[in-house]
């Protein structure tokens, strides 16, 4: 979600005009609109002290995602890998029929 829709969500919810969230947060109607607009973008801080004067917080968590060259991410691929070797299973006899190498 981009900051624009963020900020236009918050204010709605909120129930807020444009004027009311400015004189809240201290910053013009006008500069809010161009913010909900997308014309401009406000800063981390900016945005902060707006959401919070609608009455929201903004929380991040943020995390690396591995992604490899088809798209697929690490677990997905793992699990690909998985699936394929199930289908697969390991048989053996219990005796070993072929000589070792390096005994004669």
């Known amino acids: 979600m981009d900051s624009a829709t ?18 809240r947060a201290g910053t013009s109607h006008s500069t809010l609109a161009a913010y909900e607009s997308g014309r401009k973008s406000p800063n981390v801080s900016t ?14 968590t943020l995390h690396r995602r591995h992604r490899t060259a088809d798209g697929l991410s690490r677990g997905d691929e793992l699990t690909a890998v998985l699936d394929l070797a199930a289908a697969f299973p390991a048989r053996h006899a219990a005796q070993l029929e072929m000589p070792v190498f390096g005994r004669r």
């Not at 963020?6 to 004027?19: M, P």
């Not at 707006?50 to 009455?55: E, I, K, M, N, T």
């Open 47 to 60: 945005l902060d002290r707006v959401l919070r004067a609608a009455g929201y917080a903004a929380d991040v």
């Open 6 to 23: 963020l900020l236009r969500s918050a204010r709605l919810e909120s129930g807020l005009t444009l004027r009311e969230l400015g004189e």
